[in-house]
Every structure is written in structure tokens, then in C-alpha cells.
């Protein structure tokens, strides 16, 4: 089992730039491709982007339509971590962000196969 710890979550400016992080406790961690979800409140917790085991050519992403051109999804595997880079924050952003880890290489946006979770990261984006 992974424990995943994020961090970076706050409250800002409709415009501004947020960076999260999610560290996580393994040593393998290059062989697990890594997701960022989140949920607002009243509404089911969604796919934000997805980021590929690294492999002999790097990593390939996956963001869903809403974030894309905004949110960047990076990984650094010597400090463990996986970040998510969110710019021009909209109030819509608004939601607690959850990383989460799986076994294998695909960045695939389903919730199912993520077997491991972080406890989350609140983002507040004022209008």
C-alpha cells in the first residue's frame, strides 16, 4: 500500500496560479502512474489529469476537457512526488484535490483503478 500526503491547497483569486503536490511513500514509485481528482461540494468526485509510469520515452499525460491549456500534470521520481500546476483558477476549480496511485501504466481517468488515495487538499477559488 502507498500513502499518498498532498499539499499546496488554499484559497485564492480567480486568475491566480496554485501549485499542488503529492508525495508518496514507496520507493518504486516510477512504476505507478499517478492521477489528481477532486470534488466539490454537493457533486461526485471527477477525473482532473492522469500522468503515465515513466517509461524508456518519459511520460505521456491526460486531462479532462474542462482543465486542459490550464493544469499541468508533472512528476519527479527521485523526490517521490507528483504536482499538479493550476493556472488562470477559475471559481468552478473549487473543490477538495485528491492524488492517487496505481500499479501499471496507463493514466487512466477512472476512479476503480486507482488502488491507493491521499486524504486531499482543499482549493478555494474566489470569484
Known amino acids: 500500500q502507498v500513502q499518498l500526503v498532498e499539499s499546496g491547497g488554499g484559497l485564492v483569486q480567480a486568475g491566480d496560479s496554485l501549485t499542488l503536490s503529492c508525495v508518496a511513500s514507496?520507493?518504486?514509485?516510477?512504476?505507478?502512474?499517478m492521477g489528481w481528482f477532486r470534488q466539490a461540494p454537493g457533486k461526485e468526485r471527477e477525473f482532473v489529469a492522469a500522468?503515465?509510469?515513466?517509461?524508456?520515452?518519459?511520460?505521456?499525460?491526460n486531462y479532462t476537457d474542462s482543465v486542459k491549456g490550464r493544469f499541468t500534470i508533472s512528476r519527479d521520481n527521485a523526490k517521490n512526488t507528483v504536482y499538479l500546476q493550476m493556472n488562470n483558477l477559475k471559481p468552478e476549480d473549487t473543490a477538495v484535490y485528491y492524488c492517487?496511485?496505481?500499479?501499471?501504466?496507463?493514466?487512466?481517468?477512472?476512479?476503480?483503478?486507482?488502488?491507493?488515495w491521499g486524504q486531499g487538499t482543499q482549493v478555494i477559488v474566489s470569484s
Open positions: 492517487a496511485a496505481r500499479l501499471g501504466y496507463r493514466a487512466t481517468p477512472f476512479e476503480y483503478e486507482y488502488s491507493d
Open positions: 514507496t520507493p518504486t514509485f516510477s512504476i505507478y502512474a
Open positions: 500522468i503515465t509510469r515513466t517509461g524508456r520515452t518519459g511520460s505521456s499525460t
